[in-house]
């Protein structure tokens, strides 16, 4: 285990860099708030996901525990929308696009989170939690809604520094005659027959969006929690709202209380403007994969800033991460007769990426560790160049199989076979052995060999 790095990670609460302490020395817990699943992720959501698993990946070398939660966001708004609109049944709709995001994510060399709850099967603990907000004087009921009220805890805004006009503003507030203040939000709300919805004190209804996060990063986290993260839109209303719910329920006033250290990513842009799915400048992670874009290169690009930076995706972007990987490849190929030895990733790597996850400067080193082993074809500059690409998410495959990819149609389509490898686990975990063996095969009938290491399944043609 290493020990010499100290980590620091700027702290959105705090607003500047500071050391990572954790709060139990042997054992981080992370959270970031996953996807709501109505339709295909962009790469604007994938930042997120591909920015969080760097960080997992660099603790879980620094500590000798890193538990990383990161929720499925299947009861909302959105999904009901979806649903009418297709006809598709709910749980139909959120499997699905649970299912692909996670092949998504497996194709960006995304690791699956140690716990990736969902919000309909945390519903009792998010009553609860109101029930100890209400009993507080932080919650109302009203006409079959529960809501936070906002004044109840001056604290709030401490996280975006937003000021109370801002705060109504932002939060875009319809002005409902069950509201007490024009900034309350909505805890619980009242769903009709032809909605989703469970019993609760208030009658049959529903969460709001907040109070899933809230419950599931305690129920599976404890708290107060290490590091609680998401896009940066996120922090008001929606962390700004967390804090609020978590610190009331438990009747605190100190907002690090719920989560130690607040970690935001900046937005993936087109010509400069956020991507989203309402301005409809948008690119499926999905998409891209079918192209034939490697996971690989999509990671590469995503990682190519800071991730406190605005991103801007071009296909030049992607043009140059290609270039990169292909590079990569070629050296590795270059340096197959060199013998294996093993190898802790270089401190150049760590310094970069514990300086709060500078990706840029990680890059540096690592084409200089690339030139290294190029130049001097050693066993010890081959495993440093590797073990610093694998730690950042490079160099999964075989260079025959990075170099075969997309050639013609009997080719191995590598997020195909990640995405299966994600299903497989999921299988195995659900003791559902059948299904896993049929994988197996199905990957064997290609000429795939799966190896399981404690780091997750590894596969070779
Ligand atoms: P949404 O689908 O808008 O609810 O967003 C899901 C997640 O993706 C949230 O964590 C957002 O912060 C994040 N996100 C959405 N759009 C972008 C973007 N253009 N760049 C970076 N993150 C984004
Ligand atoms: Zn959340």
Redesign the pocket.
Known sequence: MTTKYVFKLYNSLAREKQDFVPLEADHVRIYA?G??VYSY??I??A??AVVFDVLQRLLRLLYPKVTYASNITDIEDKIIAASQETGEAIEFITRKYERIYNEDMAALGVRLPDVQPRATETIPEMISLIEQMIARGHAYANEGHVLFNVPSFPEYGGLSGRSRDDQIAGARVEVAPYKRDPADFVLWKPSNADQPGWDSPWGFGRPGWHIECSAMSEKHLGLPIDIHG?????KFPHHENEIAQSCCAHGSHDLTSFSKYWMH?????VEGE????SLGNFTLAHDLIEQGIPGEVIRYVLLSAHYRQPLDWSDSGVELGQKMLDKFYRILDELSDVADVPADVPSSVMEALCDDLNTPKAYAELNALAKAAQDQKTPETKAAFVAAAQLLGFLGVEPAVWFSAGQDASDIDAAWVEGLLVERTEARKAKNFARSDEIRDELAAKGIVIEDTPQGPKWKV
Do not use: V
Request: some cysteine.
């Open positions: 708030c996807p709501t992720a962009h604007g959501n930042r997120m998401g896009g940066a839109d996120l990513n900046g937005f993936l842009t956020k991507m989203s799915k």
